[in-house]
């Protein structure tokens, strides 16, 4: 009902700045927010940054200052803008989506993207 897809990600140096992007589409939906988690190696999967509609933004402690989420409401897309990244910000990075489904109730749905790669080099 709700396909999400991530780009963007790849190889950086220690230092350097990195953008993946986050688009949702499919059938009608009402997005309430929009989430990147990571995975590192080994590790669980843990939130990263979030955003709701109305654009409030929080940030796990590990980012915050150095990670900056922006969404276009219009294409249903989430940019997450990494900067001074670090070889612990290594990880495939998820895109998760809580909408509402027009026509299915008023259930609120998690969609997730296949993930992208970052990996920064030290």
């Known amino acids: 009902q709700v396909q999400v897809v991530e780009s963007g990600g790849g190889l950086v140096q220690a230092g350097g700045s990195l953008a993946v992007s986050c688009a949702a589409s499919?059938?009608?939906?009402?997005?309430?927010?929009i989430r990147w988690y990571r995975q590192a190696s080994g590790k669980q999967r843990e939130l990263v940054a979030a955003?709701?509609?109305?654009?409030?933004?929080n940030y796990a402690d590990s980012v915050k200052g150095r990670f900056t989420i922006s969404r276009d409401n219009a294409k249903n897309t989430v940019y997450l803008q990494m900067n001074s990244l670090k070889p612990e910000d290594t990880a495939v990075y998820y895109c998760?989506?809580?909408?509402?489904?027009?026509?299915?109730?008023?259930?609120?749905?998690?969609?997730w993207g296949q993930g992208t790669q970052v990996t920064v080099s030290s």
């Open positions: 998760n989506v809580e909408c509402k489904v027009i026509g299915y109730g008023p259930a609120v749905r998690n969609y």
């Open positions: 499919g059938s009608s939906f009402s997005i309430n927010a």
């Open positions: 955003i709701t509609t109305g654009g409030t933004t």
